[in-house]
Antibody, heavy 118, light 111 residues
């Protein structure tokens, strides 16, 4: 059974850089796309971006200038960095696996609440 | 931000049928991109409910079904149960945005 475990700083000041890491257990990094999706408090879901096992990335155009998704420092990990955060970036961030060969999302991390406040 | 529009809320009595619409456009659902549905129970992580327009992952009851036509899709829940109270989201790909998009979300209440 695939499990995604994520971690990172939960409280940031405006202009700082958000940094989260996701570890994949019970599955392989290869053959899938790995995503970050966020959910603002009381609001809907927003796709942030994705990375594949070759390091190829795609980002939400509205965030592209500030987002970097990269392989993690350890095997079967990947990371998110979002620079110059503002209060609008306050959200629960999820690491998520794309369905194999598809565009759905089948496994989700537990979520990390990131709050941006001065 | 959301380019897929859903009704904010839907309600029904136990045993009844509830239907949630997901309205898109020619750059997403109308372009033929697959639609997926997620269920988010209160305080939990979203769960894949329907994939590729009308397929249920293993373990999802057949009370849940979905369809797609033109620029819209819909999710039906038959035989509503109290445990179905949750937020439901549709999701697809949008070519004009060059990215994946979610619906605005619908809260289902079982009366």
């Amino acid at each position: 059974q695939v499990q995604l475990q994520q971690w990172g700083a939960g409280l940031l000041k405006p202009s700082e850089t958000l940094s989260l890491t996701c570890a994949i257990y019970g599955g392989s990094f290869s053959g899938y796309y790995w995503n970050w999706i966020r959910q603002s408090p009381g609001k809907g879901l927003e796709w942030v971006g994705e990375i594949n096992h070759s390091g190829g990335t795609n980002y939400n155009p509205s965030l592209k200038s500030r987002v970097t998704i990269s392989p993690g420092t350890s095997k079967n990990q990947f990371s998110l960095k979002l620079s110059s955060v503002t209060a609008a970036d306050t959200a629960v961030y999820y690491c998520v696996r794309s369905c194999r060969g598809g565009t759905c999302y089948d496994y989700w991390g537990q979520g990390t609440l990131v709050t941006v406040s001065s | 931000q959301s380019v897929l529009t859903q009704p904010p809320s839907v309600s029904g009595a136990p045993g009844q049928r509830a239907t949630i619409s997901c309205t898109g456009s020619s750059s997403n659902i109308g372009a033929g991109y697959d639609v997926h549905w997620y269920q988010q129970l209160p305080g939990t992580v979203p769960k894949l409910l329907i994939y590729d327009n009308n397929n249920r992952p293993s373990g999802v009851p057949d009370r849940f079904s979905a369809s797609k036509s033109g620029t819209s899709a819909s999710l039906a829940i038959t035989g509503l149960q109290a445990e179905d109270e949750a937020d439901y989201y549709c999701q697809s790909y949008d070519s004009s945005m060059s990215g994946y998009v979610f619906g605005t979300g619908t809260k289902v209440t079982v009366l």
